[in-house]
């Protein structure tokens, strides 16, 4: 593989609940309006799980980011999918429609086997997209691509740090972020998307869905070293050339402008 080629997507997936569905599958008969369904069923999750955080199944994406990474490692780009329209139906095509454009590289996510996935899986069978290539049901179970342990498709960064569920990942892609420097959550989390969408903010939910992209880059870049793929001197030479990246692009782009203001650097420990 050519090391300009794209060898890995790296992205992150932001959705809202349909509550027009949540309506019909879980009050049938109480003719509740989408938006009573879905504070309805938030109320529930409240009550039994201490947060308002809905499954997968219910959702629809409205933000998509990724990140194109050559063979060594290097950004591309990163873009969200179907700006400034941001329409369900379209991002699950586009992303889709991306990965066999690219050669089917490999997914880098954090919780995307858990959520990230499931969400696009279950768009494209709502909206009748194909998937022969990701859905390779006729090869060798270790060779499919939704395999959970074939990581050549698939890379989902929980599974790394947690040795495949059999330790608990406790802070998740923030604590990874902040112990390499880098920004994590600064203010806005996946708990408040919804309420964004419905008051109207979704590039602000595209930018938030973009800073998710770098910390997972960041942390991708640091697996790596931990893995001995990249040494750590190469590793700090990417990351120099991804800050480039960034402080070329930022102008216009308040994701990236945010980003940078929030930005660390790494430490070496001293001898």
Not at 99 to 126: C, I, K, M, S
Not at 140 to 157: C, F, G, K, P
């Amino acid at each position: 593989m050519s090391q300009s080629q794209v060898a890995y997507l790296v992205f992150d997936v932001e959705a809202v609940a349909d509550g027009d569905l949540i309506s019909r599958v879980r009050y049938p008969g109480e003719e509740l309006a989408p938006e009573e369904a879905i504070a309805k069923y938030q109320a529930e999750q409240i009550e039994s799980t201490g947060s308002d955080f809905l499954p997968a199944t219910y959702m629809l994406p409205v933000s998509v980011a990724i990140a194109k990474i050559t063979a060594d490692y290097r950004m591309q780009d990163l873009t969200v999918l179907d700006a400034p329209k941001f329409r369900p139906y379209v991002i699950t095509q586009k992303f889709w429609q991306g990965w066999v454009h690219y050669g089917q590289p490999a997914f880098v996510t954090f919780n995307g086997r858990g959520y990230d996935l499931p969400v696009l899986e279950l768009a494209a069978y709502r909206y009748g997209i194909a998937l022969p290539e990701w859905f390779n049901l006729e090869a060798r179970s270790y060779e499919q691509s939704r395999n959970r342990y074939n990581t050549s498709a698939h890379i989902d960064l929980m599974d790394v740090f947690s040795n495949f569920g059999a330790s608990r990942m406790t802070g998740g892609l923030n604590l990874l972020a902040n112990l390499i420097g880098k920004p994590g959550k600064t203010g806005i989390d996946g708990s408040k998307v919804q309420s964004m969408y419905d008051t109207g903010k979704v590039q602000e939910i595209n930018d938030y869905c973009r800073c998710d992209v770098l910390d997972t880059y960041f942390v991708f870049l640091r697996s790596r070293v931990l893995t001995g793929q990249l040494s750590i001197d190469d590793e700090q030479e990417v990351v120099t050339e991804a800050y480039q990246f960034l402080e070329r692009e930022s102008a216009g782009n308040p994701a990236y402008q945010h980003y940078l203001e929030h930005w660390g650097d790494w430490v070496a420990p001293e001898e």
